[in-house]
């Protein structure tokens, strides 16, 4: 058709995916097009400007590792650097390998439905605008559908409110303003230790309490950043040889097999370094033994009833229906000391639910509040949840959000069966852990598989019946045993904000890094021949 640009691959997305992905593209010979619903390139970096968001990995194990010039370029000037110096980084990017001039801004794809004459992808965007490729690839990131609580009023609020994933592009005061946060999940611990600096009131909103550790952020001089990038080898090398990608790696001994003295200094000495090794680089046995992960939960929980002076108050920050490090650990700096100033008040909406948002603020079964702003930090659809919001058909005209209704089905992570030319980076029951480590696998993985498409003249990649269905098993084998999995969290599908999200699914791959890229390694070597190539 006229109207129809054609490429011979469309990405989804300009984050950290899509950028590598159309970089990669670009060394195989091919026209590709990146569509990006924003108005610049970042994905979760251009979105969140929430106030605190920032890194809780180390900024320069999140660096792209492809380029040896790049890494000696980039100067990061913190150990969890900030978002506007992220967003920095990955424009810097985009201008180096001159990424711009193939990416499509303000290009909300709504569908995309694969022609079965043609083997192509017919991809329509919100304004109408339309294309077609021979593959399409999803850089849409796992937490990028943010979503807003259903209370009732949540429209009829007349002062200002923002959804943190939607922050303003200028700046917000809170100077001398009475603020609401609702949520208290990673952004919101985030948030709330930044706008208590300045708020003349601020008035959090808490449904679940999350286990918290300190992020323990520093400074970066040009000596350090010297040594940084004289062991940027090494670094890599580890990243890739650890569980999750981090630098941080699991302590090979149970929590039982030392003193307690002993078990009490491991605690101590996590607890006071930097990121997430109290999480990542914890006993073996934390996420798997209810004794065990009883054991650093209490510790957590003293830690918390020593920094909050009201004990009342701690005790509503302390979780009671999750262990630690079975949801997402937020990173914090003095998020606890925050509760100590006089100008904090906690809600614990379990306790006073929220009963409707009104003009002036918020009214719970007990209190009504006047508010000047309101914030909501109230998360995502996670994982599938960016795929739903796209009307994406395969064959035979059949929907994927149909198709997941139960959980996602996938083979390694990438492909779909009745879904053919079509990959995922990112997606569910791919090895998610430290995001951009993960990504570069990811985008390396697909591009030998088009490259191996282009050398063999080949028009139609599928995933088959029978390598969903390995795949999905051994996915959810992997989940057995781990408390994660029995526990409600964006982890494990469930949005209560969301409907059909109520129930517990394996959304994402918990075995080892290094064993999901041998297995996606040895596909490749094997030609792809589980594969239905043509």
């Given at each position: 058709m006229a109207d129809q640009q054609h490429y011979d691959a469309i990405v989804i997305g300009a984050g950290i995916s899509g950028l590598y992905q159309l970089h990669r593209l670009?060394?195989?010979?091919?026209?590709?097009?990146?569509?990006?619903?924003?108005?610049?390139?970042?994905?979760?970096?251009?979105?969140?400007?929430?106030?605190?968001?920032?890194?809780?990995?180390?900024?320069?194990?999140?660096?792209?590792?492809?380029?040896?010039?790049?890494?000696?370029?980039?100067?990061?000037?913190?150990?969890?650097?900030?978002?506007?110096?992220?967003l920095r980084y990955l424009n810097y990017v985009a201008d180096k390998f001159d990424l711009r001039r193939d990416i499509q801004f303000r290009s909300r794809v709504s569908a995309a439905h694969f022609q079965d004459t043609t083997n192509t992808w017919d991809v329509t965007l919100e304004d109408g605008s339309r294309f077609s490729s021979r593959f399409l690839i999803t850089a849409i990131g796992p937490l990028s559908a943010p979503t807003l609580p259903t209370i009732p009023g949540v429209d009829s609020f007349l002062g200002a409110s923002f959804h943190t994933a939607r922050w303003p592009h200028e700046p917000v005061s809170f100077e001398g303003k009475r603020v609401a946060v609702i949520g208290t999940g990673a952004t919101g611990v985030q948030t709330i230790q930044e706008v208590a600096k300045t708020a003349g009131t601020l008035t959090v909103f808490q449904r679940t309490p999350n286990w918290c550790a300190p992020l323990m952020n520093a400074k970066i001089d040009a000596a350090?950043?010297?040594?940084?990038?004289?062991?940027?080898?090494?670094?890599?090398?580890?990243?890739?040889?650890?569980?999750?990608?981090?630098?941080?790696?699991?302590?090979?001994?149970?929590?039982?097999?030392v003193s307690d003295e002993e078990r009490e200094a491991t605690y101590e000495r996590l607890y006071a370094s930097p990121g997430f090794g109290i999480w990542q680089g914890n006993f073996r046995d934390m996420l798997t033994d209810r004794k065990a992960n009883a054991l650093i939960s209490d510790f957590v929980a003293r830690k918390i009833r020593?920094?909050?002076?009201?004990?009342?108050?701690?005790?509503?920050?302390?979780?009671?229906?999750?262990?630690?490090?079975?949801?997402?650990?937020?990173m914090e700096t003095k998020y606890y000391e925050v509760y100590n100033q006089d100008?904090?008040?906690?809600?614990?909406?379990?306790?006073?639910?929220?009963?409707?948002?009104?003009?002036?603020?918020?009214?719970?079964?007990?209190?009504?509040?006047?508010?000047?702003?309101?914030?909501?930090?109230?998360?995502?659809?996670?994982?599938?949840?960016?795929?739903?919001?796209i009307d994406i058909r395969g064959t035979g005209g059949q929907r994927l959000k149909d198709r997941w209704k139960s959980g996602p089905e996938t083979y390694l992570g990438v492909l779909v069966e009745g879904f053919p030319n079509m990959m995922m980076l990112m997606g569910p029951h791919t090895a998610l852990g430290n995001i951009p480590r993960s990504i570069e696998y990811n985008v390396d993985w697909v591009t030998g598989l088009v490259g191996y498409a282009k050398d063999h003249g080949l028009t139609r990649l599928e995933a088959t019946e029978a390598?969903?269905?390995?795949w999905?098993?051994?996915?959810?084998?992997?989940?057995?045993?781990?408390?994660?999995?029995?526990?409600?969290?964006?982890?494990?599908?469930?949005?209560?904000?969301?409907?059909?999200?109520?129930?517990?699914?394996?959304?994402?791959?918990?075995?080892s890094a290094p064993a999901y890229r041998a297995r996606c390694d040895d596909v490749a070597a094997n030609g792809y021949q589980e594969m239905a190539l043509s």
């Open positions: 670009r060394q195989l010979g091919m026209t590709v097009r990146v569509l990006e619903a924003g108005t610049g390139v970042g994905g979760t970096w251009y979105w969140n400007r929430y106030p605190g968001a920032r890194f809780d990995s180390e900024s320069y194990s999140y660096s792209y590792s492809f380029s040896e010039e790049l890494l000696q370029e980039w100067d990061w000037s913190e150990h969890f650097a900030a978002q506007p110096e992220t350090e950043m010297a040594k940084i990038r004289a062991g940027y080898p090494e670094l890599f090398k580890r990243c890739q040889e650890t569980f999750a990608c981090f630098i941080h790696t699991v302590d090979p001994r149970g929590t039982f097999e020593q920094r909050v002076k009201n004990q009342a108050v701690a005790e509503k920050l302390i979780p009671k229906n999750h262990g630690f490090g079975t949801r997402r650990v937020p100008n904090i008040t906690l809600v614990d909406i379990l306790e006073t639910p929220i009963e409707r948002i009104t003009p002036t603020g918020i009214k719970t079964s007990k209190t009504e509040y006047e508010f000047d702003i309101i914030i909501f930090a109230t998360g995502f659809d996670a994982i599938t949840g960016s795929f739903d919001r390598g969903v269905a390995s999905t098993d051994h996915v959810k084998s992997l989940g057995v045993g781990l408390l994660s999995n029995e526990v409600n969290s964006w982890m494990t599908g469930i949005n209560s904000n969301v409907e059909g999200k109520q129930t517990r699914i394996i959304a994402r791959y918990s075995g």
